[in-house]
């Protein structure tokens, strides 16, 4: 499989990216380049012949089990202050010095 330049700018159209004619050749080239190279990857494979070489053996995985982690403290003991269930925080100064237009 290759890509060809049309390819290149069907896919732009629909990504929304906006290229320049001078980049579309050098795209190609990459993009040819990145499937060749799967190309090559694919045709690699490795015997797992357990039988001579138990050390090939894949580790097993844990259960994913950890459940939720409660919290030490509750917000109030962390937060400056609050008030009905909300926190209070400081005013910023930069809103103090705002004038109105």
């Known amino acids: 499989m290759s890509i060809a330049e049309s390819d290149v700018r069907h896919i732009a159209s629909l990504a929304r990216v ?3 004619e001078s980049e579309i050749p050098t795209l190609v080239s990459q993009l040819n380049g990145i499937l060749r190279h799967m190309d090559v990857l694919q045709t690699v494979i490795i015997p797992l012949d357990l039988s001579e070489d138990p050390s090939q053996v894949p580790m097993p995985l844990r259960a994913d089990d950890a459940g ?33 237009a």
Not at 71 to 90: D, H, K, N
């Open 18 to 20: 906006g290229l320049h």
């Open 68 to 100: 939720a982690i409660a919290l030490e403290r509750t917000r109030e003991s962390f937060a400056p202050a609050m008030r009905e269930g909300f926190f209070l925080v400081p005013r910023l100064a930069t809103h103090d010095t705002q004038s109105s």
